[in-house]
């Protein structure tokens, strides 16, 4: 799942119940990656909205301690657990976490892509979003030019996680050693498939050979891996691959 977020220097989101400030480019950064999606949201995002209405072309789920809550257009929930299980039948990717606060705190442990407008400001706030640079787990993945809207300088970030909840063994395992151990699913398909035709044409071998060499890959070592196979790619695979 995806959260998305404008923050100041501080991390700061918010102060006394609105958005520190509106930016069109962050607006429309917003409108495109959310349109036909499904966003999540506290009552008082909610409210915060245009005429306190759901967006228009978006799922809109809201999530309230408030008992006999109701709004036109949306679907509401009152716990943490029940809005997860109404967000399975939707693909991961096409979930946003919206706000407040506390919801993005609530969900955070459950995505794995933050979408961050960044802006080079201090503003005065109440409300802040946990700072991925100084959480082990996220990292950058992505980061824009330098954006400006008048005297205002921002930019736009991608966070991803990379270390997933514990394996089966209890231990913490990164995202890739858990593809490197699943590769013949449809999304390490999809890491590899760029792997195995370029050594298939590189190496005139059989592609059934190379695709049993990638099954073998550590991600972390894939580099070394492709330079030892390219120097024995005329023999035989042998035990130490």
Same mark, same amino acid.
């Given at each position: 799942?995806?959260?998305? !977020?404008? !923050? ?15 930016? #069109? ?19 008082? $995002? ?5 005429? &306190?209405?759901?967006? #228009? ?35 991961? &990717?096409?979930?946003?976490?919206? &706000? ?61 996680? $990379? ?46 050979? !190379? ?31």
């Amino acid at each position: 799942m995806n959260l998305i !977020v404008a !923050v100041d220097k501080n991390w700061a989101i918010g102060n006394k119940g609105k958005l520190l400030v509106s930016i #069109p480019g962050d607006q429309r950064l917003f409108r495109e990656e959310t349109m036909g999606k499904v966003i999540v949201m506290g009552r008082k $995002t909610m409210e915060s909205l245009p005429g &306190g209405n759901p967006l #228009p072309g978006r799922t809109n789920v809201v999530l309230t301690r408030k008992s006999g809550y109701t709004k036109k257009g949306a679907v509401i929930f009152h716990g943490v657990q029940e809005t997860l299980d109404f967000l399975k039948q939707f693909s991961g &990717g096409d979930i946003f976490i919206i &706000g407040g606060e506390e919801i993005y705190r609530e969900f955070l442990p459950y995505c794995d892509t933050a979408h961050v407008t960044w802006i080079d400001y201090s503003y005065e706030a109440d409300t802040y979003f946990p700072n991925l640079d100084q959480d082990p787990n996220w990292h950058l993945t992505e980061e824009s030019d330098e954006q400006t809207y008048f005297n205002l300088c921002y930019e736009f970030r991608k966070y991803q996680v $990379t270390v997933c909840r514990a394996g089966k063994n209890g231990q913490e395992e990164t995202r890739k050693q858990r593809r490197s151990k699943s590769v013949m699913t449809e999304d390490a398909q999809g890491v590899n498939m760029d792997i195995i035709a370029a050594l298939t044409k590189e190496l005139s071998v059989g592609r059934n050979q !190379v695709e049993a060499a990638v099954k073998l890959i550590d991600e972390g070592n894939t580099i070394p891996f492709i330079a030892r196979y390219r120097k024995e790619a005329t023999g035989a695979l042998n035990d130490e691959i």
